[in-house]
């Protein structure tokens, strides 16, 4: 299907389960799933939640603790340095800001060609270090695998459901007798996902909007091959359609590593042999999600890099770092939208309040406020003003403006 196929086809099936709820959910369960809940249901009971984690194996769930308790952390010390509150006060003006958390959210764990319990610590933890009161997960039935069931446990999510795609986007934004609505949408998915979460973004917040993952290696002549080698490999492991790119100061490096690639795999691989200060130029323009600096004086480099969703500083930090354990949401932006947005975040899930508070013996701010409505022939705000510092009363001035107008006609 083309763009504008793909948007149709997304339009149809939101504007069904709007419509029809939860007969609509199970249709398209049903559909793409090939699997019938409609007696049972699409919610995941604490039950199934509860024994499935007991299955996991002890060393498995050491792992994705360890994991867990990393990007916990993180996520807990970005929120603290956040200045929650602020204000001043200048000419009997008091103004400032603040943020609150969202109340819900839906975290949308694809299924893909793997099932990714990273995702779902990745997409919830930043919620929950966010203050978030209420989190959602919903993911495809074939995802609801005994890890992913665990992992969702662990992050303390408790509601979950089985569904995905286009129907999952649509019941998180629109509600149905099972699913209540959320305030924001976030997780990675497919175009169709993405295209769900285009349409209903407004109605919802959406964290962003992903397209095939990408790298970009920035690799120096000293570079060991076969950390450049299995990084690139790494990458072609998601998705066929994954962006790599290559930016090497030595064209026998390249060589020698594009002869230890698959076929497949140099087909999405483009290379450029460069200097280093050439390659963060192509890299700042590409912006790519993950940028690897392979390279020994990395911390040169790192003071023009201006682009990137996150980078990779070092021989010894390959992407899969911050895929599975670090700390910061591998949850980043794509197609270039580094130059403008960033990654999933305590910030993602906070929203920012204004806050004035005007003091009644500032009759020359009132004036001002009076005479700027004035200029765009705004009345009643004029009016809003001037009652404060005039003392007028605009019920009486609008009853005289009223009989003057039926007087005229």
Not at 41 to 49: A, L, M, N, P, T
Not at 167 to 185: N, Q
Not at 189 to 199: H, I, P, S
Request: glycine share 6%; net charge positive; hydrophobic share 40%.
């Amino acid at each position: 299907m083309n763009t504008k196929q793909i948007s149709t086809y997304v339009s149809d099936i939101i504007e069904d389960i709007k419509n029809n709820g939860d007969k609509a959910v199970f249709k398209y369960i049903k559909k793409f799933d090939n699997a019938d809940l409609s007696k049972k249901g699409y919610k995941v009971s604490q039950k199934v939640i509860a024994d499935a984690a007991k299955r996991v194996p002890k060393s498995l769930k050491n792992v994705i603790k360890s994991s867990y308790l990393n990007i916990l952390s993180y996520h807990k010390y970005e929120y603290s340095q956040i200045k929650k509150r602020w204000n001043y006060v200048k000419n009997g003006l008091k103004v400032g800001q603040f943020y609150t958390s969202i109340e819900s959210a839906g975290v949308y764990v694809p299924g893909g060609r793997f099932p990714y319990p990273s995702t779902v610590i990745m997409t919830a933890i930043p919620a929950v270090a966010a203050g978030v009161k209420r989190i959602v997960m919903v993911t495809p039935p074939k995802n609801m695998n005994d890890v992913v069931l665990f992992t969702a446990k662990l992050c303390g999510i408790k509601e979950i459901y089985c569904i995905g795609g286009i129907a999952a986007v649509a019941a998180l934004a629109y509600g149905t007798k099972t699913v209540k609505k959320v305030d924001m949408i976030v997780g990675p998915g497919n175009v169709y996902v993405d295209e769900a979460k285009r349409q209903v973004f407004g109605y919802v917040g959406i964290d962003a909007l992903a397209g095939p993952t990408e790298v970009a290696i920035i690799a120096d002549k000293d570079v060991p091959v076969g950390y450049v080698f299995a990084d690139i490999m790494a990458q072609a492991e998601h998705d066929p359609g994954a962006k790599i790119y290559l930016l090497c100061e030595s064209a026998k490096k390249i060589s020698e590593i594009k002869k230890l690639l698959p076929e497949e795999v140099l087909k999405q691989l483009k290379t450029e042999f460069c200097s280093l200060n050439k390659a963060v130029d192509i890299a700042n323009n590409i912006a790519p999600e993950h940028l690897e600096l392979l390279v020994k004086n990395y911390q040169v480099l790192l003071k023009s890099i201006k682009n990137a969703g996150a980078i990779f500083a070092g021989y010894q930090t390959p992407t899969a770092s911050g895929d599975y354990w670090a700390g910061p949401s591998h949850v980043l932006p794509t197609n270039g939208s580094a130059k403008f947005s960033s990654g999933l975040s305590v910030m993602t899930f906070l929203k920012r309040s204004t806050y004035i508070e005007m003091n009644k013996n500032n009759k020359m701010a009132y004036k001002i406020i009076a005479d700027f409505a004035q200029a765009e022939s705004m009345q009643y705000h004029k009016k809003s003003a001037e009652v404060r510092y005039l003392n007028s009363d605009p019920l009486n001035q609008m009853k005289r403006e009223n009989t003057e107008r039926r007087k005229r006609r």
